[in-house]
């Protein structure tokens, strides 16, 4: 079964600093992976997908994620972080097979941006 | 703004009580999908719709049933509910066809906080 897994339950970056979420994934064939954030009392926002293609994936707000095969792990990173990005960020796999394209989740990393 | 709408935002009720949780796809969808987030279990996935037909079905208990209807919106019925089912129920909506589309995203609904008292 495809899984993901993301090591760390909070980042704490300053603003204006680089951020990086962790996100390693184990998955049998070709993984599709996707990092989704959640802002308190709202639901999922998809932010970016990797499918194939380009190791460097560019996203919503400034969000890019970066597929590396050989570690198999999609870190989301953004350049300079914003107060405003301060919630939970969900990495996910598409668990596919005949009949079902769920996501599985990651247990979330909650970032704290302070200013 | 995801285009899909769940109602009610917040359920408060009592132990062994029934309640229904609706989701209305984004135009053009034809897959519901089901997901519980709870503080012990994360994010997880109950059970997808295609077009009116189930389609899988994950770590959803017996007590809970859910259906599509013809115009595409879903319902997810919660029965004989316990205090352990107290939940943020989240539903999403994707575009895909029957026999491919894992590539799809799946854009999800803001949700409904269910309490059980």
């Known amino acids: 079964a495809q899984s993901v897994a993301q090591p760390e339950d909070q980042v704490n970056v300053a603003e204006g600093n680089p951020l990086t979420v962790k996100c390693t994934y184990s998955?049998?064939?070709?993984?599709?992976l996707f990092w989704y954030v959640q802002y308190p009392n709202r639901g999922l926002q998809f932010l970016l997908k990797y499918i194939t293609g380009d190791n460097l994936v560019k996203g919503s707000y400034g969000f890019e994620a970066e597929f590396n095969k050989s570690q198999t792990s999609f870190h989301l990173k953004k350049p300079s972080a914003l107060v405003s990005d301060s919630a939970l960020y969900f990495c996910a796999v598409r668990d596919w097979g005949t009949g079902f394209q769920k996501l599985v989740f990651g247990t979330g990393t909650r970032l704290l941006v302070s200013p | 703004d995801s285009g899909v709408t769940q109602t009610p935002k917040h359920l408060i009720t009592a132990t062994g009580q029934r309640v229904t949780l609706r989701c209305s796809p984004r135009s053009g969808d034809l897959s519901v999908y089901w997901y519980q987030q709870s503080l012990d279990q994360g994010l997880q996935f109950l059970i997808q719709?295609?077009?009116?037909?189930?389609?899988a079905k994950g770590n959803i208990l017996e007590r809970f049933s859910a259906q599509q209807f013809p115009d595409l919106h879903s319902e997810l019925n919660l029965s004989s509910l316990e205090l352990g089912d107290s939940a943020l129920y989240f539903c999403?909506?994707?575009?895909?066809?029957?026999?491919?589309?894992?590539?799809?995203?799946?854009?999800f609904g803001a949700g409904t906080r269910l309490s059980v008292l």
């Open positions: 999403a909506s994707s575009v895909e066809s029957r026999t491919g589309g894992a590539k799809n995203i799946q854009y």
């Open positions: 998955v049998s064939g070709n993984p599709y």
């Open positions: 719709y295609y077009n009116g037909e189930e389609r």
